[in-house]
């Protein structure tokens, strides 16, 4: 699919069920590197990050089949230490696969991942921790090779929470010897997820959830199985659309703590937001209040929602402020959502978006992810039709977000 076209102007209603969570999954399917035997994970989200992440891991010999969203990975044949270059430029995430390849060969190498569209993205926290952990860094052509006899227990100082980075390192110090405390460690629950996770298949992390973690070294980990959470940023998407296209709708199978920031915005804009164990309901009647938010990492509200977020404001009551604190390229979309009528000035790390009654639909083009989605949310509140090109972007996040759509009652199609 590379292009969606949206009719907009139609209010959202009914249930959808969330998909398992992209950016939970992905370390996951890494970790299972570090053991020599069977691990089953289910609720997998068919998305095409997934897909590239399986192709790595059949690349340096493991053996997996996705049955459905069940995904059974046998790490016992690993072979290879290298992640092929191709994989690391077409998605950066790959680079979460040094930490377990580390640990479990001794040697990793790989290249720089290099920009995206919302920013730079640098790797020196990966870097540090491996160097903190005893692994020596070397650059080769271009070629990044880390190597280690044995990874020895450290504690490593985070200056700033990077999910990735503290990934790398929590998969790292499972074989380490002795105990590894990692500081500062990021607390998104993909982070207490991965301890969860890791300590399923039998190591042993403490302080899941908190930005201290204690890793103590074990010698072997276990076939285990292990069920993925909802995707916390999908049904931040939904929970933009229904407050741009206004309605009533029910999501199944998301925590609703892993939004709570997302979710006081939300309210402080005018949604009726109910919460169950497993599952939210949000009402939208009329359009949203202004408001200013700040990205900062979690327990704040999540860059990852900024841009869909943006697309609310731009159809919101007053003038809104948003302060994006994390990726420095992440307010790209907002030139597309001026080519559909929406008042949005940038000054550095800042947005001003003075809110109109409605957008008026025309051609956009996604350049990256969540600034993808965030059209589409746009679109939904826009004048008849809006087309929406390079929706490859979309699809590496959004298992079928026509299928969500639609189901709730929005004129949404995708088309090759
Ligand atoms: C993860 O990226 C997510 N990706 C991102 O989601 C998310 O936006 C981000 O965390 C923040 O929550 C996955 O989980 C696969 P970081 P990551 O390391 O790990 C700087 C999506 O849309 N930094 O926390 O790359 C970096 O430049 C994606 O699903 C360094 O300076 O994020 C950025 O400013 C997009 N040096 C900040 O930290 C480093 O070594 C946050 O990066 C690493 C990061």
Redo the contacts with the bound molecule.
């Keep these: 699919m590379s292009i969606i076209q949206v009719h907009g102007l139609r209010s959202l209603e009914g249930e959808i069920k969330i998909q398992g969570s992209?950016?939970a999954v992905?370390p996951m399917m890494a970790a299972a590197v570090l053991h020599k035997g069977t691990t089953v994970i289910h609720n997998v989200p068919r998305i095409q990050d997934v897909f590239c992440m399986l192709g790595i891991l059949k690349k340096i010999g493991c053996s997996c089949s996705l049955d459905g969203h069940r995904l059974t990975i046998d790490g016992s044949s690993v072979s290879e230490s290298e992640i092929p270059e191709e994989y690391i430029k077409s998605m950066?995430?790959s680079i979460i696969l040094s930490g377990p390849l580390l640990g479990r060969t001794g040697t990793v190498v790989t290249s720089f991942p290099g920009g995206c569209s919302?920013?730079?993205?640098?790797?020196?926290?990966?870097l540090m921790t491996f160097r903190a952990l005893g692994a020596g860094v070397k650059e080769k052509e271009d070629k990044l090779i880390v190597s280690a006899k044995k990874l020895k227990g450290a504690d490593i100082y985070f200056p700033?929470p990077?999910?990735?980075?503290t990934e790398n390192a929590l998969m790292a110090a499972v074989y380490a010897e002795g105990v590894t405390v990692i500081h500062g460690a990021?607390k998104?629950p993909?982070i207490k997820s991965l301890c969860c996770f890791l300590n399923n298949m039998g190591a042993r992390i403490h302080g899941a959830g908190t930005s201290r973690l204690a890793v103590t070294g074990i010698k072997q980990l276990y076939d285990s199985e292990f069920t993925v959470a909802g995707d916390r940023?999908v049904a931040g998407t939904y929970l933009a659309a229904v407050m741009a296209a206004q309605g009533s709708i029910a999501m199944k199978g998301v925590l609703p703590e892993d939004l709570r920031s997302a979710l006081r915005v939300s309210e402080k804009m005018g949604a009726e937001i109910r919460e169950y164990e497993n599952r939210l309901e949000v009402s939208m009647m009329g359009r949203p209040d202004g408001f200013d938010v700040v990205t900062e990492p979690y327990p704040g509200f999540?860059?990852?929602l900024q841009s869909q977020l943006m697309s609310v404001m731009a159809v919101s009551k007053g003038t809104s402020r948003i302060s994006e604190n994390?990726?420095e390229g992440r307010f790209k979309t907002a030139e597309e959502l001026r080519r559909l009528g929406a008042d949005i000035k940038i000054k550095d790390k800042k947005a001003v978006i003075h809110g109109q009654h409605i957008l008026r639909g025309n051609s956009v083009t996604a350049t990256d992810?969540?600034g993808g989605a965030a059209l589409v949310v746009a679109g939904l509140a826009s004048e008849g039709m809006t087309e929406i090109y390079e929706c490859h972007h979309i699809e590496r996040?959004y298992e079928d977000i026509c299928r969500d759509l639609t189901s709730l009652g929005a004129a949404i199609r995708g088309m090759e």
């Excluded at 919302?118 to 990966?126: A, K, M, V």
């Excluded at 990077?162 to 980075?165: D, I, Q």
């Design positions: 992209k950016n992905l950066r995430a919302i920013g730079e993205r640098p790797i020196d926290l990966h700033f990077s999910v990735g980075a990021a998104e993909e940023i999540p860059t990852d994390i990726f992810l969540r996040g």
